[in-house]
């Protein structure tokens, strides 16, 4: 009993530490929330023009819950406040285990927090600026004199938000791929003798990230067969051992 006291007194430092750093994370996603809902008419209108440009006789969206139009800017909001308040999190997630990292655990941190971000947003940036407005076009080129499209308000936000985080997060398989050939896992040719059981994966990811949309599974799926090659490559040349030096 005696020890676990011992224990809990020697870490009480760092609790304390970590309280108020998870303090001032939450403050900066609250404020940078708050500052979202302020825009959050303009935001939305963003979102919304790929949608008006892909049908020009379409000018407006509907709601048909009373809250909806509420619950859905809130949401849009907080989507928004995690993704500006991210960088700052991550400080305060970095200086939190910082001071007990060697400076090769550092460099290789940072490494992975760059390339993580990086991909990710590439993804992100590529799903809402390329993907997203062919799919519309696709989607609304069924509307007709007999059959009018009337998009809910709260729907499209979350079909726009689902596109964009399945294709931030399907973007970090070359980066997945290279972690794990540095840590030993798994070799370049491994991916290269399954590459068809990876591929099937992948078609089947994307058709679940993209609820059953057969379009956007494909506009997933084949950059993400371009990405795993990109992986194999990568994996092969980073996953090579520097000669021993005597």
């Not at 059953?212 to 599974?217: C, E, Q, S, V």
Request: hydrophobic residues 55%; proline residues 5%.
């Amino acid at each position: 009993m005696s020890l676990i006291v011992r224990s809990l007194e020697q870490f009480r430092p760092h609790h304390e530490e970590l309280r108020q750093r998870l303090i001032k994370v939450f403050a900066a996603l609250i404020l940078c929330s708050g500052v979202a809902y302020f825009f959050s008419e303009n935001i939305a209108r963003f979102f919304m023009d790929p949608l008006f440009a892909a049908s020009p006789h379409l000018d407006h969206l509907v709601y048909t819950n009373l809250p909806e139009a509420f619950l859905s800017y809130l949401k849009l909001s907080l989507l928004i406040g995690i993704l500006f308040s991210f960088p700052f999190s991550l400080f305060q997630l970095w200086m939190f285990i910082a001071p007990g990292l060697r400076s090769s655990e550092k460099k290789f941190a940072v490494t992975v927090v760059f390339w993580a971000t990086l991909l990710f947003g590439a993804g992100a940036a590529f799903a809402l600026f390329g993907v997203l407005p062919r799919m519309l076009i696709y989607f609304m080129s069924y509307a007709s004199e007999s059959l009018e499209p009337l998009p809910k308000f709260g729907k499209y936000l979350t079909f726009v938000a689902r596109t964009v985080l399945a294709f931030g997060l399907s973007f970090e398989i070359p980066f997945l791929m290279v972690m794990a050939g540095k840590a030993g896992f798994v070799k370049a040719q491994y991916f290269r003798s399954k590459r068809l059981y990876f591929y099937a994966a992948i078609v089947f990811m994307a058709f679940l990230l993209t609820a059953g949309d057969f379009m956007a599974t494909g506009l997933l799926a084949i950059p993400l067969f371009f990405l795993y090659e990109a992986g194999i490559f990568l994996t092969a040349l980073f996953g090579k051992k520097k000669p021993e030096t005597s």
